[in-house]
């Protein structure tokens, strides 16, 4: 940014969002994962803003709550008199040589560099006003120009002419200016208007009046000046937001099956020759390395995953470490605390918890493994259960190298199974065992001549 003035930024947050029908104050919806208001304070802090105001009224402490991780200033707004009232509040804890930038926080997409093209043009102690071109103006002011294409005015839509209506350029309400100055034009504002409130567009008029130059900066995108009104809104901007992401990550590199169908509410971190199937879930922080192929219909949540490993479709893997070459799925789940090491195999329907596995163990099906630390080249047949939990405390269980875990087996925790142990299919196994030795635990087989199966009486 060519300004070199301290920023302030000031948030209106004070909507109550009647329209989205909820409980939730309307700047703690949700896009991407994270409440609206807090897109746009990310902004503001990656603009190197001294401090940040944030004007709210319905809902405060939730807001206040949501957003208490922040270094903000709250001020409330009592009254609901209008955008300058709401601005008014702000000002007292502004110093006058500060630079002023008015964001809202139901307008989550602006991006950072739409906002230093905006503060850019306040060069020359000029007042900047975000504005756009839109083919269907309808709802917002219009910016009126005079011959030289020099600001005037801004009319509202309730008190605009057909002349004004006709203009299809916008206000959208973002705005920087030096804080002297809108103290000054704040003081002047009345509620003369067709809506009885205090409208912060009159101080365009104002500077006019005062000689000062009203610069414009205009948006890359429509959807960076778009609100949060109802929830078909909120799900417009979700789509926008994230094909936004999906073409970042495309352009880095990354392989989407369709960029339509993908959403990341959090970080990506990717190598080279990484792809990515429909439907697929990036949740927290999440790391990719060179290779990695996911599969569709994968939740993937604050997880690490090492080079050329594959994760078929259908599974969710959370707070997890995947080394390389690894073979996960379909339908496998890896839960808190699972670390895998390089070419282990996690098959369908197993599920992983709280777990260390080392390398080239398999786990191919239909098994549960918890607070388990197990060795190397491990092969866990079908059915398998780490009984860990006995209703109040979790026991580990561990298992050397080379193990061979016959199917239907369970493993009664605490428990070690030496290396090289090979335990047949259907034992239930209490005791350590003994390294290079066969484990069986079966009752005798039994078959009974004779025996008549029970059948249903008929009715009569």
Same mark, same amino acid.
């Given at each position: ?268 971190? !990717? $190598?080279? &020759? +990484?792809? %990515? ?8 922080? @999440?790391?990719? =390395? #060179? *290779? ?106 561990? !298992? $050397?190298? &080379? +193990?061979? %875990? ?8 605490? @428990?070690?199974? =030496? #290396? *090289? ?40």
């Amino acid at each position: 940014m060519s300004v070199d003035l301290p920023l302030s930024v000031v948030v209106l947050a004070a909507g109550q969002g009647t329209r989205m029908k909820s409980t939730l104050p309307k700047v703690l919806h949700r896009v991407a994962g994270r409440p609206l208001v807090e897109h746009v304070i990310t902004d503001a802090l990656e603009l190197g803003a001294a401090d940040i105001h944030i004007v709210f009224g319905h809902g405060g402490k939730q807001v206040q709550k949501a957003l208490s991780t922040y270094d903000l200033n709250w001020v409330e707004q009592t009254e609901r008199l209008g955008t300058g009232h709401a601005v008014e509040q702000a000002l007292p804890a502004i110093p006058d040589d500060h630079l002023v930038l008015l964001l809202y926080g139901d307008v989550p997409l602006v991006t950072v560099h739409t906002l230093e093209r905006l503060i850019d043009a306040t060069a020359s102690n000029a007042l900047a006003l975000l504005t756009a071109k839109l083919p269907d103006p309808t709802g917002y002011g219009r910016i009126v120009r005079d011959e030289a294409e020099k600001v005037q005015c801004i009319v509202e839509q309730k008190d605009a002419s057909a002349a004004h209506l006709a203009i299809d350029e916008i206000n959208t309400g973002m705005l920087a200016v030096k804080a002297d100055m809108l103290k000054k034009w704040i003081a002047r504002l009345d509620n003369n208007n067709a809506q009885g409130e205090y409208y912060l567009t009159d101080i365009v008029g104002f500077a006019v009046e005062d000689g000062i130059v009203i610069n414009t900066a205009n948006p890359d995108e429509i959807c960076e000046i778009e609100g949060v009104n109802n929830k078909r809104q909120l799900a417009e901007l979700e789509r926008a937001f994230q094909l936004r992401q999906a073409r970042q990550l495309m352009d880095d590199g990354l392989t989407l099956r369709d960029p339509a169908r993908f959403d990341l509410r959090g970080e990506l971190v !990717i $190598g080279r &020759d +990484v792809e %990515i199937d429909i439907n697929v879930l990036v949740e927290g922080r @999440v790391e990719l =390395a #060179d *290779g990695v192929l996911v599969g569709p219909n994968v939740v993937l949540k604050n997880v690490s995953i090492g080079a050329g490993t594959q994760v078929h479709a259908n599974c969710v893997l959370e707070e997890s470490v995947v080394g390389a070459q690894c073979d996960i799925g379909p339908f496998a789940r890896l839960r808190p605390q699972t670390n895998l090491a390089n070419k282990v195999k996690v098959g369908n329907f197993v599920e992983i918890k709280k777990s260390d596995i080392a390398n080239g163990s398999k786990i191919n099906h239909l098994s549960y493994v918890g607070d388990t630390t197990m060795g190397a080249d491990v092969n866990v047949g079908a059915g398998t259960i780490t009984c860990n939990y006995d209703g109040a405390n979790k026991y580990q269980t561990i !298992i $050397g190298d &080379d +193990v061979f %875990i016959g199917s239907g087996t369970q493993l009664i925790a605490p @428990v070690v199974v =030496a #290396d *090289g142990t090979t335990i047949g299919a259907g034992s239930t196994v209490t005791r350590d065992t003994l390294a290079g030795t066969l484990t069986l635990s079966r009752a005798e087989q039994v078959s009974v001549e004779g025996w008549k199966r029970p059948r249903k009486t008929e009715k009569r």
